[in-house]
């Protein structure tokens, strides 16, 4: 069974940066599976901000396109989103998966932006 483990989250001002990391684990092929980041703000459903391919092409919604960069590692079965000039809109719990979201969710990390 896959087991995903989201980390990295925290309590940041305007402005700054936090740089999450997500590992996988179980009977998966995660260098060739897409990846992608999604968040869940307060009161509202989950959505997608940033995909992965296995071949390392990028994707971005626009609310985060410039300012959140995803990368891989392979090697660790993990990606990570760069978060950068961060604003209280992107007050999120944060999630990994699969770009179908065909794994488990996991518990997610708290990001909250401050004004």
């Known amino acids: 069974q896959v087991q995903l483990v989201e980390s990295g989250g925290g309590l940041v001002q305007t402005g700054g940066s936090l740089r999450l990391s997500c590992a996988a684990s179980g009977s998966i092929s995660f260098s060739r599976t897409d990846m992608a980041w999604y968040r869940r703000p307060p009161g509202k459903q989950r959505e997608f901000i940033a995909r992965?391919?296995?071949?390392?092409?990028?994707l971005y919604d626009r609310s985060v396109k410039g300012r959140f960069t995803i990368s891989r590692d392979n090697a660790k079965n993990a990606v990570n989103l760069q978060m950068n000039s961060l604003k209280p809109e992107d007050t999120a719990v944060y999630y990994c998966?699969?770009?179908?979201?065909?794994?488990?969710w996991g518990q997610g990390t708290q990001v909250t932006v401050s004004s």
């Open positions: 992965i391919t296995s071949g390392g092409f990028t």
């Open positions: 998966n699969a770009v179908d979201a065909a794994w488990p």
